[in-house]
């Protein structure tokens, strides 16, 4: 490579969609990179900085050459005997290859000869001239904007009035800088230069310009009253953010959301953090509410106290940095109080009729075109609560399970919720406890929504988890009967989700709770269902697990071996994962994995099923009496810690029978002629293979 320097492109934009502003910096800096490394003009060990801002994407790269290395190029041409002729002479389909090639009958004898499969073939040498910036960057700056995560392309024309654009926003400027000279590339309609423009209204000069690539941020920031990076105006806020709250002191904080701090990163050019506030009166309303409408339609980071709840004051993220901010907090604290006057007449005007009253209209309201209205759902969701909770808990229980699902929906036909959809349950919850009902109905409305996402909390009551189970267990297992199975990428039931949630809870809370016996109940509401049904709920299940497992560090040997028996009881799955990691440290392990298998295989060869029983008269090697003396013993104690819950205990028990099994296979022929000599062994051998599989299928532990 050739004058190795800096390179810096910046495509200045009308403002971006600031959801995506993160992503397309990041693609865009990170294809033309990739890009240039490709045609060899950008070092492997070149370093990026992506910029990205309301109103740029730019990219700086070190180590970008004006031009990159010649290298030498062999390309086949044909197999020797077409290429030459009986007296070696080259044949016209040789020349005419040569021809395409820029070359003639003189480069003939130049020709390599080389093997080419059972054949040999002639190979073309020739040395390929290096791409200069100007070529490779135009085609790394096509690839850039072609592959952008656009979520919507515009289209728009150029000054010509003819031609027209597609981008995610109509662009104005190009820079394409090496070093300190211009890269002559287009881009939309864009010759590139080294002008662009800064903040709209605080730059110290309308157009900015760029004398060298690595002075790009620095001269933005100082002349511009621009932060280009968007990590660095993140950083700022943020620093900003802790500052103002520390001003306001009393401990308080702002809240923590890492989507709104991208969100108003990618609106701000210059930011500004300023301390507003609303009237106190305010906070009679659930603070869910105030803080919902505050960060979703303002963009702006409340204030908690040291214990959690909402201050009456608020931070804003001005773009503008006046002298006396006055009236641009005065104006922020305009807007939000309407705002928040909705929620509080939303409120208000909710709590006139009690929850229960609103549990009827759910009958008006589609669930599904195929699944009956919200009310018939509820109807479900109470039969499932009442049936888990009476096994988990008795009458008890199950009264406060069944209050819970019938009232748990009856907050979608709330003003609030109406409004705001992200508070039902939270919704239901406060007005649950406003008529007087049981904290842990009140409680279990909102919970049983949860986990609401990867890494969420579970319900916090055993009301709250049972009413959980039963709504996602009737969302799965109506989906699954009408036939809308999860496809690929597309789960637009959040079936995954859902069913991850049910392992969950039953694993983590340790629920005596057979997930067949589950899966039966729930599909069995529902006349839409098929006998597959099911069947494929459960597969569905154990796949699920099978990945959240994976995702705790076992391993694909581990989980295999554990979840092919498909254990019911999924609070003993960690347990029987512990006790087969166990087990595959032991020195006897891979003998009896390997033993097992082969017993398995021994096993599905026979005619017909083996029964599990040995008679003792019919033992007559020595290798078979030790075998099954050895299983009389330590079977039962294995068994004992199998029921007793030590998994482990029973598998490293059964570790000890490596000797005896070994010695059977040695010295005794399983199919012996005699038939009830055969069937003898292999009824000993069905025993073993029951006694060691109890816990996990051990021959999926062989590698």
Request: glycine residues 8%; contains cysteine; charged residues 20%.
């Amino acid at each position: 490579m050739t004058n190795s320097a800096p390179l810096l492109v910046e495509l200045f934009v009308e403002e971006l969609p600031p959801k995506a502003l993160k992503k397309l910096g990041q693609a865009f800096a990170s294809v033309l990179l990739e890009q240039l490394q490709a045609q060899g003009l950008a070092a492997a060990d070149a370093h990026l900085t992506p910029f990205a801002s309301p109103r740029r994407l730019a990219a700086h790269i070190t180590g970008v050459a004006s031009q990159a290395a010649d290298k030498a190029v062999s390309q086949k041409l044909m197999p020797v005997t077409v290429a030459l002729d009986a007296s070696g002479q080259p044949t016209p389909a040789l020349l005419k290859k040569l021809q395409a090639l820029g070359a003639d009958a003189s480069a003939v004898p130049r020709l390599k000869r080389s093997p080419d499969g059972k054949a040999e073939a002639l190979f073309y040498e020739s040395t390929q001239r290096g791409a200069t910036l100007t070529e490779g960057l135009q085609k790394a700056l096509s690839e850039a904007i072609a592959k952008l995560p656009i979520p919507k392309v515009m289209t728009y024309q150029l000054a010509d009035g003819w031609t027209d654009v597609k981008f995610v926003r109509p662009a104005h400027s190009l820079i394409a800088l090496h070093a300190d000279q211009v890269v002559p590339v287009e881009a939309l309609g864009l010759h590139a230069g080294r002008t662009t423009q800064g903040h709209r209204f605080e730059a110290a000069q309308a157009v900015v310009t760029i004398a060298n690539a690595d002075t790009y941020a620095e001269t933005l920031e100082r002349e511009g009253a621009v932060i280009a990076g968007f990590e660095a105006r993140r950083a700022e806020i943020a620093r900003q953010l802790a500052e103002a709250a520390a001003r306001v002191g009393g401990g308080a904080s702002p809240i923590e959301d890492e989507a709104l701090l991208d969100e108003v990163t990618a609106l701000v050019e210059r930011p500004n953090v300023l301390v507003c506030e609303f009237e106190p009166e305010f906070l009679e309303v659930p603070q869910e509410c105030l803080i919902l409408t505050m960060k979703a339609n303002q963009k702006y980071f409340p204030l908690l106290d040291p214990q959690g709840r909402l201050t009456h004051r608020f931070l804003v993220v001005s773009n503008i940095r006046p002298q006396d901010a006055s009236a641009v907090v005065g104006g922020n604290e305009r807007v939000v109080r309407p705002r928040l006057a909705d929620a509080k007449f939303f409120f208000d005007q909710d709590r006139k009729r009690p929850l229960a009253s609103r549990v009827e209209g759910l009958g008006k309201v589609v669930y599904h075109n195929k699944l009956g209205t919200q009310g018939e759902r509820s109807e479900r969701v109470r039969q499932l609560a009442v049936a888990i909770a009476t096994r988990l808990g008795g009458p008890q229980l199950a009264q406060f399970a069944d209050e819970a699902a019938r009232q748990a929906k009856a907050d979608l036909l709330t003003d609030m919720v109406g409004e705001f959809p992200e508070l039902q349950g939270i919704m239901g919850r406060y007005y649950a406890l406003a008529d007087g009902l049981a904290v842990e109905v009140a409680d279990a409305i909102e919970d049983h929504y949860k986990p609401r996402f990867a890494g969420d909390s579970l319900p916090r009551g055993p009301v709250g988890l049972v009413v959980a189970l039963a709504d996602k267990l009737e969302t799965l297992a109506g989906l699954f009967a009408i036939g809308q199975l999860p496809t690929g990428d597309k789960d637009p039931f959040a079936l995954r989700r859902h069913a991850l949630g049910v392992v969950r809870m039953l694993m983590e809370r340790d629920l005596p709770l057979p997930l067949g016996e589950l899966l039966m109940q729930a599909v069995g509401q529902f006349p839409q269902a098929g006998a597959e049904t099911g069947t494929q709920l459960a597969t569905f299940f154990y796949e699920r697990l099978a990945g959240l497992l994976r995702e705790q560090g076992y391993s694909a040997q581990e989980v295999d071996a554990v979840l092919s028996l498909q254990p019911q009881q999924l609070g003993d799955v960690a347990k029987r994962l512990a006790a087969v990691r166990a087990f595959a440290a032991l020195p006897e392990a891979p003998a009896l994995a390997a033993a097992n298998k082969r017993i398995g295989n021994i096993l599905k060869k026979a005619d017909g099923p083996v029964d599990a029983h040995v008679s003792a008269v019919l033992l007559q090697e020595p290798a078979e009496k030790a075998l099954h003396a050895a299983m009389a013993e330590l079977a039962p104690m294995a068994q004992a810690r199998f029921d007793g819950g030590d998994y482990t205990g029973s598998l490293q028990v059964l570790a000890s029978l490596r000797a005896p099994v070994d010695a059977f296979f040695d010295g005794v022929m399983v199919n012996a002629e005699a038939l009830d000599l055969r069937l003898n062994r292999l009824g000993l051998l069905a025993t073993l293979h029951k006694a060691m599989n109890q816990v996990a299928d051990l021959s999926r532990l062989v590698t």
